[in-house]
């Protein structure tokens, strides 16, 4: 009790200091939104976004997983695309590393449905009120965006397969990228795709903050995704689903050496690792509830 009177006599007196100040309404309104939001606001700020996702039809989830999926191909397609301008040093993944970033932007600031941002978005809903409805429901979402996702990749990857539309310089660009990931062994991707998972999920939980440098905190941390070699499971999807049209891999490498362990890497770190340490961190404050007298009426 003695916290939540605290709490209430510190917001008292905020208020007074700003009214003290003689703003106008309009300079106090713009003097609070500055404030830093705090974890456990980010925290609900995130469970209503993942309640309306999980309230959203079927059909719905299906079309933007498969647009996703679509668009996060550029990611594919921009970094061998600046692979064609620069020497085969160790420095040009620095900049090749920019390209990566482009269908992230796209994707995300498009508010398209992308598998890996629902290991957080989705689970942070069931740890405010787990029931198995709910967990159904997860595993529901979580089953029909990355089945969208990996459709909406492997059509990319025929377009990009197709001599009419890419260049043979563009060619062996995508096939040196590809063959990269098709290199990889499931447990790499396993171990690539749990700081994949992590970076993905922060993007998630900082966008309420970044307001307008959203664009600026994607490319962010998306860049040292690429720059890192860590392994991302639809942009993957993409690599390696060219990798099988083009008879450099074979269903084998995609489904077992990297689509299983990659994606089981994802969500271990957006989940297992990120979610449940933001939990971790706010769970005393969640658990003091809304002050009613607060709502807008």
């Avoid at 709490?7 to 500055?34: N, R």
């Avoid at 996702?149 to 995508?174: D, K, Q, Y």
């Avoid at 720059?227 to 690599?239: D, Q, T």
């Amino acid at each position: 009790m003695l916290k939540v009177d605290t709490k209430v006599e510190d917001k008292t007196i905020k208020q007074k200091e700003i009214a003290s100040s003689k703003l106008s309404c309009q300079e106090q309104v713009v003097l609070e939104e500055h404030e830093r939001l705090s974890p456990h606001l980010l925290f609900e700020i995130i469970r209503r976004d993942g309640d309306e996702e999980l309230a959203r039809p079927a059909r719905a989830l299906l079309f933007s997983g498969f647009i996703a999926g679509i668009i996060i191909s550029f990611s594919f397609l921009f970094k061998a695309v600046l692979t064609i301008y620069l020497p085969d040093q160790p420095w040009s993944n620095l900049i090749t590393s920019i390209g990566y970033t482009t269908g992230f932007i796209l994707v995300i600031l498009g508010r398209m449905q992308l598998f890996t941002e629902n290991t957080i978005t989705t689970i942070i809903p069931l740890f405010k009120e787990f029931s198995g409805v709910k967990f159904l429901n997860i595993m529901r979402l979580w089953g029909l965006v990355l089945l969208a996702n990996l459709i909406g990749t492997f059509l990319a990857a025929i377009f990009l397969s197709m001599p009419t539309f890419v260049t043979p310089e563009l060619a062996t660009a995508l096939h040196g990228i590809a063959s990269h990931a098709a290199a990889m062994t499931p447990m790499e991707n396993i171990v690539k795709g749990i700081p994949a998972g992590i970076l993905i999920a922060a993007i998630v939980w900082m966008m309420p903050l970044s307001r307008s440098f959203s664009l600026f905190l994607i490319l962010f941390f998306t860049y040292f995704i690429s720059l890192g070699s860590f392994a991302h499971v639809v942009v993957g999807s993409g690599e390696l689903a060219y990798e099988v049209i083009n008879g450099g891999a074979s269903l084998y490498d995609y489904f077992v050496r990297f689509l299983i362990p990659t994606g089981f890497g994802n969500i271990l770190g957006g989940t297992l690792v990120f979610t449940l340490l933001i939990y971790a961190q706010v769970s005393t404050e969640l658990k003091d509830g809304v002050d009613e007298s607060c709502r807008i009426k």
